[in-house]
C-alpha cells in the first residue's frame, strides 16, 4: 500500500464520489442482489481457496461498495484498508461473475468503483502507483523516454532488416492504416516483440506506423482506480492517432490495453457516444484476416505437432469478443490444438489480470495460489504449449509453470507466426553478390 | 411504477453507458437466454436449483393469476376474467410453491455462500412470499378458521404487494432492465455474450 497511510480519511470527497456513481445502474444492481449466490462458483478466487464463501464476487462487492453506500460515506482507513484487501487482492476485475449472475450485474465495475473511491484516499497497491507515476511523467507505464523508445525501433529495424529485406519500423507516419501500439514493456525487455511485429506486417505488406508519443496502450491507471490518469493516458493516444490521421489503431497482443482504448477508455476520455475517435483493432483480429486472406502464409513443414491450448485472455475474449478469432489462427499454426476447459468466453481468468501482475511481491504468493484453477485447466488438456495474446497471462502462466511444474512453454501469436511463416522471394536477405546483380 | 420513471431520470442523468450502447436485439437475447429454463450457462451449472427456482416462480405468478376464486372476484368487480386453473391443479401448484420456498429456505441455511450473503430480510421476504400461499391454501380446504384465514390471506397478499418496490423484489420489473443492459453492455459494445 502506498503512502499517507495514517492521513484522516476525506468523507466529503467519498460522500461526492459516491454520489456521481449513484446512478439507475448501480442503485439497481445494489438494490436487486437477492443473494442467490449463483456468482460464486464462477469466480477462480473462490474456486482456489476451498470455496471460502468470502471470496464469492457477490461477498466482495456487498462489503466494499455495498458497504460505503449503507454508510453513506461515512468510513475510515481501517475499513478502506479492508476494502483495499479485497477489491485488489480478491479480483481481477475478469467479469466472468455477470454472466453467472441471473441479474446480470457487473460486479466488474461495482468493484472499479470502489477503486477509485479508495484511490482517491491514497489507498493503492505500491505497484500501481510507481506506474501511475511513469504514466504522469512520460505517458508510458515504464517511464522510458522518446528518445530511448525510438532508438529501441530503430535499432531492432536495423537488426531485422539482415533477416527480412526492405524491413522498416516507420515512425509517425501520417495516414497510415494502422498506427501499432505496444505494450511497454515490449521496448523494454523484449525487443524483438517489436521486430516480430514488423516481420509480420512487411511480409503482409502492410501501410503501418508506430507513433512516437502515445505508443503506450496500456493503462494501469485504470485499474489503479485513478479514471482521471486513465482518461490522459488513452488520451494521449487517441490524439495522436488524429494528429496521424491514421485509419485504425492497432494494439498489440495485450489484454488490458483493448479493454483500455476500445471499451473504457472513450469513458476516461470524455469521448462523445462512448465510442473511440479511432477504430480499435486487436493483433488477434488483424493475423486471422492476415491468415485467412492469405496475406501470412504458413510454411506447411513447420507446422507446430506438439499439443497447444489456449489461454483467453478475458480482454480479448469474454470482453472482446474475440474467442473465436484466437482459434481460428491457431488452425493455421498447429495440429494438435486442445482446448481448455471451460473456454471461450466462459474461461477463468489467469489470475494476473486487473493489475495483479504489476502489483508485485506483495501479492505473489495470493497470485499463486488463486491461479491454482488455471494451472490445473492448463495440466487437464495435456498441452505442451500455451499460447496466449497477453503479457500479463504470459507472465502468470510462465509463472504458474514454475509454481506448479507444468512443463509447458509460453508463447505469443507473433513468436510463432514468425517462426513458421514463407518469407516471400522477395522479402528473402540477399547474398553479397546477387546484391551486386541488384544493383 | 413511480421508482422505475425514478430510475429513468436518473438514468438520463448520470448513465450513459446505458444508452451509448442500446441495442435491443442483445437485450432480448440476453432476456431471452436467461427467460428460458436452463438457456444459460450458469443455469446448466446449477441444474436442480435452476428447477426449483422457475417452478417457484411460476406458481408465483400463475396460482395467484389464473386461479379461479380470484377470477370470480374479477368477474364480479370489472365484469370479465382470465382463463382459469381447474383448482386441482392450482392446488398442486400452491403445495408445489410451498415445497419451493422450503427448498429455497433451506438453501440459504445449507449452503455456505448462500448463507453468508443472507441477512435476515431475506428470511422475512421469503416467508412473506410464503404466507398469501399458505393462508389461501388453508382457506380454501377450510382447514382452521375460514374466516380469519381469509382475513389474513388478504392482509398478507396485500403487504407482499407493497413490499416489492421497497425491496429486492423489485426485480420483478427491474430483472428486465438489468438483464438488457448487461445484454448490450457485453453484446453492442464488447461483441461477447452475456449468458
Known amino acids: 500500500m502506498s503512502e499517507s497511510i495514517d492521513k484522516p480519511v476525506d468523507v466529503q470527497q467519498i460522500k461526492t464520489l459516491l454520489e456521481a456513481n449513484n446512478g439507475a445502474r448501480i442503485k439497481t444492481w445494489l438494490s436487486i442482489c437477492s443473494r442467490c449466490g449463483l456468482c460464486a462458483e464462477s469466480c477462480f478466487f473462490y474456486l482456489a481457496n476451498d470455496r471460502d464463501p468470502r471470496l464469492s464476487p457477490a461477498y466482495k462487492f456487498k462489503n466494499t461498495l455495498g458497504l460505503m453506500y449503507r454508510k453513506k460515506g461515512n468510513v475510515d482507513r481501517e475499513f478502506l484498508k479492508k476494502c483495499y484487501d479485497i477489491i485488489w487482492g480478491e479480483c481481477t476485475t475478469c467479469k466472468r461473475c455477470s454472466m453467472y449472475c441471473p441479474f446480470g450485474i457487473d460486479i466488474a465495475t461495482l468493484i472499479a468503483t470502489a477503486r477509485s473511491i479508495c484511490f482517491s484516499q491514497g489507498i493503492v497497491p505500491e505497484g500501481l502507483a510507481r506506474t501511475s507515476a511513469n504514466y504522469r511523467e512520460t505517458g508510458n507505464q515504464m517511464g522510458m523516454s522518446t528518445e530511448d523508445f525510438l532508438e529501441t525501433c530503430q535499432w531492432m529495424a536495423e537488426e531485422t532488416a539482415e533477416e527480412i529485406r526492405g524491413l522498416t519500423i516507420p515512425i509517425d507516419k501520417p495516414g497510415a492504416k494502422y498506427m501499432y501500439t505496444v505494450n511497454a514493456r515490449e521496448p523494454m525487455f523484449y525487443p524483438q516483440d517489436l521486430a516480430m511485429a514488423a516481420q509480420i506486417f512487411t511480409v503482409a505488406e502492410e501501410d503501418w506506423t508506430i507513433p512516437s508519443s502515445g505508443w503506450d496502450c496500456t493503462n494501469l491507471a485504470m485499474f489503479a482506480g485513478d479514471k482521471a490518469l486513465a482518461g490522459h493516458v488513452v488520451k494521449l493516444m487517441y490524439d495522436k492517432a488524429l494528429q496521424l490521421g491514421v485509419e485504425k489503431i492497432l494494439i498489440t497482443e495485450c489484454g488490458h490495453a483493448y479493454r483500455s482504448a476500445a471499451f473504457e477508455g472513450p469513458y476516461f476520455a470524455g469521448c462523445t457516444g462512448g465510442k473511440p475517435p479511432v477504430e480499435i483493432v486487436h493483433s488477434v483480429r488483424l493475423f486471422y484476416e492476415y491468415l485467412r486472406d492469405g496475406r501470412i502464409k504458413i510454411d506447411p513443414d513447420k507446422i507446430l505437432t506438439e499439443p497447444v491450448t489456449y489461454q483467453d485472455p478475458c480482454n480479448v475474449s469474454r470482453n472482446g469478443g474475440l474467442w473465436e478469432e484466437g482459434r481460428k489462427i491457431i488452425q493455421f499454426l498447429a495440429e494438435d490444438f486442445r482446448d481448455m476447459s471451460p473456454n471461450r468466453e466462459h474461461n477463468h481468468c489467469c489470475g494476473g489480470g486487473g493489475g495483479y501482475i504489476p502489483m508485485g511481491p506483495e501479492f505473489k504468493k495470493r497470485r499463486m495460489l488463486s491461479g491454482r484453477v488455471k494451472a490445473e485447466q492448463i495440466r487437464n488438456t495435456g498441452a505442451k504449449i500455451v499460447i496466449t495474446p497477453c503479457h500479463n497471462c504470459f507472465d502468470q502462466v510462465n509463472d504458474l509453470n514454475k509454481e506448479y511444474d507444468l512443463n509447458v512453454r509460453v508463447l505469443s501469436f507473433k513468436e510463432i507466426i514468425t517462426e513458421i511463416m514463407i518469407v516471400p522471394e522477395k522479402f528473402q536477405p540477399v547474398d553479397e553478390e546477387e546484391a551486386g546483380d541488384d544493383e | ?195
Not at chain 2, 48 to 74: D, E, G, Q, R, Y
Not at chain 2, 77 to 104: E, H, K
Not at chain 2, 154 to 177: A, M, T
Open chain 2, 1 to 195: 411504477m413511480c421508482r422505475i420513471f425514478y430510475l429513468y431520470g436518473l438514468s438520463r442523468e448520470r448513465d450513459k453507458v446505458f444508452y451509448n450502447h442500446m441495442n435491443w436485439s442483445w437485450a432480448w437475447r440476453s432476456i431471452g437466454h436467461w427467460i428460458i429454463p436452463w438457456g444459460s450457462v450458469s443455469m446448466r451449472k446449477q441444474p436442480i436449483f435452476t428447477f426449483a427456482f422457475f417452478l417457484f416462480h411460476v406458481c408465483l405468478f400463475a396460482v395467484p393469476i389464473f386461479l379461479s376464486a380470484h377470477n370470480l372476484l374479477l368477474e364480479e368487480w370489472v365484469g370479465w376474467s382470465l382463463w382459469t386453473l381447474p383448482d386441482r391443479v392450482a392446488d398442486a401448484l400452491t403445495i408445489a410453491l410451498m415445497v419451493t420456498v422450503l427448498f429455497l429456505f433451506l438453501r440459504r441455511l445449507v449452503r455456505p455462500e448462500v448463507r453468508i450473503l443472507t441477512t435476515a430480510w431475506d428470511y422475512v421476504l421469503l416467508t412473506m412470499t410464503l404466507l398469501p400461499f399458505l393462508t389461501g391454501f388453508l382457506a380454501y380446504h377450510q382447514w382452521g378458521p375460514y374466516r380469519l384465514m381469509l382475513v389474513l390471506h388478504i392482509l398478507c397478499g396485500e403487504i407482499l404487494l407493497w413490499v416489492i418496490p421497497f425491496s429486492k423484489l423489485s426485480h420483478v420489473l427491474l430483472w428486465f432492465f438489468s438483464r438488457s443492459f448487461i445484454g448490450f453492455e457485453m453484446g453492442e459494445r464488447r461483441g461477447a455474450r452475456s449468458w
